[in-house]
Every structure is written in C-alpha cells, then in structure tokens.
C-alpha cells in the first residue's frame, strides 16, 4: 500500500527520547525501517545510540528534521497534554502521515488537530489512541510487532491494537500487505472507510478483513461503503458482543446506548452487504483464507 507506508518512507519520531519512544524507535530500527530522526527542542543538536550501531540525530523542531532528513512520516509518542502541539508542528511542516500513538487525549484536541490537517490537505493522520501502520518487509510506524507475519496480500485495519496483532498472527501463512490500527477514540484521523478506500485502490491487496467493535455507527457506514464502492473480498470481525449496556468498554469511543453501536447491530449491517463476520477472530481468519481460496479458484 504505497499510497500509505512503503520501504520509501522515512520516519522521524516525536519523543523519541523518552521511554516509550526509545523502546519503540528500537523495535522500529530492528525490522529495518528507516528512522531518520527525533525531535526534541531540549536536545537538539544531540544525537541517540541503539542497538546495531545505529545513530540517530535530534531535531529542535519537526519541521528542521523534514528539511535535514526527507522525511515524510512522523511518529508520536509524546504525553496526551502536549499532543494537540505535536501534530500541529507536524501538520505545519507539511508531513505526509502522522501516527499518533498516544492514548488519552482529549477529544476536544483529536477535533483541533484533525481539523487542521483536512483544511492544510497535506497531512494524513492515523490515530490518536493506536498501534499504528506496518507494511511487513517495508517499513513499519508505530508500536505493531513487526515478527507476527511476513509480507502477503491481506489488507487489515483494526480500531483494537492486540485484535491487530491477533488477525495478523491467524493470518500469517497468508501474509500482510499492510496493517492499519485506526484506534478507537470518538474522533480518530483515518476511518474503516479511508483504509477500505485505500485497499480497495492498491494491487498488492487482494482480500481486507476489518475488526471493529461496539459504539458508535462507523461499522454501519464502513458497510454502505463497501456496497458502494469495494469489488474485493471483506471478512469482519465486531468485538463486544457480550458488552453490557451502557459501559465504556476500554476505548473511549466504544460505548453501547440502547441498541445504537451494538456488535449485533454492526453484523446485521455488513452481513447485509455480502461481508461475511466471524464469531471470534479464529472464525474470522477461516473466513479469511475461504475467501482468499475463492480468488484462486
């Protein structure tokens, strides 16, 4: 999916010198994507050791690491309360893909700086609140596992990270052509239907499974979309089916009120459209492969 994340892409990190980026930028390195910077205003000019003799320089701000390095993705590890300023310095240095991983942040800010980048035009944002972006073998943006499953041509967007890093894990004989956690915050920058749309456009997928879960009605849309618009096979997967009413169910968009947002409720949807939705996500990695056995018959 090149139109996203290939072995092109270049990737500066955004609090790269705290623990989490540290560890992360780490396990980024170690599955051969390149990063090519970090941004920190204290310690610019300074530059981080990892593991295989790799060293990376420091930026003072986003856009002095794009004008220095190329890059044309920024991954975000800052704390919630400084998030809204990191995307925005992203968004103004015309970055291509923003990957948000922080968790937390307030959806007030998500609104701002989602805003910003569909007026700038210029910035894609995945996130806040998720696991990120991988192409096996190209690169690979975020916190996903980049040892679950090798390079193939199932296309998978997830709003849960660890459903994620399951699917790819049932799927693996199959392999992956990218893998997107969209995150499952109330307002989040790509949708089911961008990745659907993306999917659908790029050649070295041939079958999409979408996870999603209860809350909301973006499983309900995504469906119309595919009726509408998507020629290749979908499998699905709704996870909360034993939610109680009500209660937020780990992420913050994943709320049931009466018989809106609820798992059955997003099945009856997307089975109507020809979407066929597993039980459980081994059910719906069976799914997976009778549908990629279909294409080759």
Do not use: W
Not at 182 to 195: E, K, L, N, R, V
Not at 200 to 224: W, Y
């Amino acid at each position: 999916m090149a139109i996203i994340l290939d072995q092109n892409s270049k990737i500066i990190v955004q609090g790269m010198t705290g623990s989490e980026g540290m560890k992360h930028t780490q396990r980024m390195l170690d599955s051969g994507t390149a990063v090519v910077g970090g941004v920190n205003p204290r310690k610019a000019g300074t530059t981080v050791s990892f593991n295989g003799g790799i060293t990376v320089p420091v930026y003072g701000s986003v856009k002095e690491a794009v004008e220095a390095t190329g890059a044309n993705v920024s991954v975000i590890f800052v704390p919630a309360k400084f998030t809204k300023s990191a995307v925005m310095e992203a968004i103004e240095a015309e970055v291509p893909l923003v990957v948000c991983i922080t968790e937390g942040v307030a959806v007030k800010d998500t609104a701002e700086f989602f805003t910003a980048a569909q007026r700038s035009g210029k910035t894609r944002i995945i996130g806040p609140n998720c696991p990120g972006i991988i192409s096996p073998g190209k690169s690979n943006a975020g916190i996903i596992p980049a040892d679950i499953s090798g390079p193939g041509r199932v296309g998978l967007v997830s709003k849960s990270g660890t459903l994620t890093y399951q699917l790819m894990y049932e799927v693996r004989d199959l392999g992956i052509s990218t893998a997107i956690g969209i995150g499952g915050d109330p307002i989040i920058g790509t949708t089911h239907i961008d990745a659907l749309q993306a999917f659908e456009d790029d050649p070295e997928t041939d079958i999409i499974v979408m996870i999603g879960e209860i809350g909301g009605d973006a499983e309900e849309r995504a469906a119309k979309y595919i009726s509408e618009h998507v020629t290749k096979p979908v499998v699905a997967y709704v996870a909360g089916f034993t939610a109680p009413e009500g209660k937020t169910m780990g992420h913050a968009g994943a709320i049931v009120s009466g018989s809106s947002g609820t798992a059955a409720a997003k099945k009856e949807a997307l089975e109507a459209v020809g979407v066929r939705v597993g039980k459980t996500p081994t059910e719906t990695a069976k799914l997976a492969h009778e549908a990629m056995d279909s294409l080759k018959k």
